[in-house]
Nanobody, 120 residues
């Protein structure tokens, strides 16, 4: 099973970006898809997550600016980021919690990350 992100880049403060995450492989069902970020010298932190049932969770720092959504049929998740700030600069990672169609175990995978840079 693999998870891959795309959509990062350089944007000016106040701008927008949309990140995409694609999970593929022996996936029976998705339990949760989440976006995390890690800025230089800081710990990785949760940005937003959406469960298989559609429950949403956002970090306080991004509420009202970021929106997570998903395409369940394609095992994809998106993070729409608006009103970006320089402090949003980080590597953004997709995390997928899923049930394996091989073993029926609940597993988690991480993507390789995509860099988001917000200039002031």
């Amino acid at each position: 099973v693999e998870s891959g992100e795309s959509g990062g880049g350089l944007v000016q403060a106040g701008g927008s970006l949309r990140l995409s995450c694609q999970a593929s492989g022996t996936i029976l069902s998705i339990n949760v898809m989440g976006w995390y970020r890690q800025a230089p010298g800081k710990q990785r932190e949760l940005v937003a997550a959406i469960t298989g049932g559609g429950r949403l969770n956002y970090a306080d720092s991004v509420k009202g600016r970021f929106t997570i959504s998903r395409d369940s049929a394609r095992n994809k998740a998106y993070l729409q980021m608006n009103s970006l700030k320089p402090e949003d600069t980080a590597v953004y990672y997709c995390n997928v919690g899923y049930k394996s169609s091989d073993t029926y175990n609940d597993l988690t995978i991480w993507g390789q990350g995509t860099l988001v840079t917000v200039s002031s």
